[in-house]
């Protein structure tokens, strides 16, 4: 079976950091763009970042550039969301998603396989 499992969530505080990862299993990820998604209570699914599986390109949304660090290693078949100076709007569930292309998005959930999601909470 193809899984993707999120961990890494918690709660921190404003101002803090937290790394979350993805890790596969069932299938590689060398041909996976990957992207990392959220939801907060009561709003819509939306992109955070992605990474795409030729080439390494990475997008962001306009609110966590240069905030979070999308990467990935092959090798462990496990992506990661570093996020910094962590905001109380960035509470929600953070997702992690595969799509067999060569070149991911984030604005749009047409993705292939969905893990079932990782709660992060920031607050003081």
């Known amino acids: 079976q193809l899984h993707l499992v999120e961990s890494g969530g918690g709660l921190v505080q404003p101002g803090g950091s937290l790394r979350l990862s993805c890790a596969a299993s069932?299938?590689?990820?060398?041909?996976?763009?990957m992207g990392w998604f959220r939801q907060a209570p009561g709003k819509e699914r939306e992109g955070v970042s992605c990474?795409?599986?030729?080439?390494?390109?990475?997008n962001y949304a306009d609110s966590m550039k240069g905030r979070f660090t999308i990467s990935r290693d092959n090798a462990k078949n496990t992506v990661y969301l570093q996020m910094n100076s962590l905001k109380p709007e960035d509470t929600a569930v953070y997702y992690c998603a595969a799509d067999l292309a060569a070149r991911c998005s984030i604005t749009t959930t047409n993705y292939d396989y969905w893990g079932q999601g990782t709660q992060v909470t920031v607050s003081s």
């Open positions: 990474i795409s599986a030729v080439g390494g390109r990475t």
């Open positions: 069932g299938f590689s990820l060398d041909y996976y763009s």
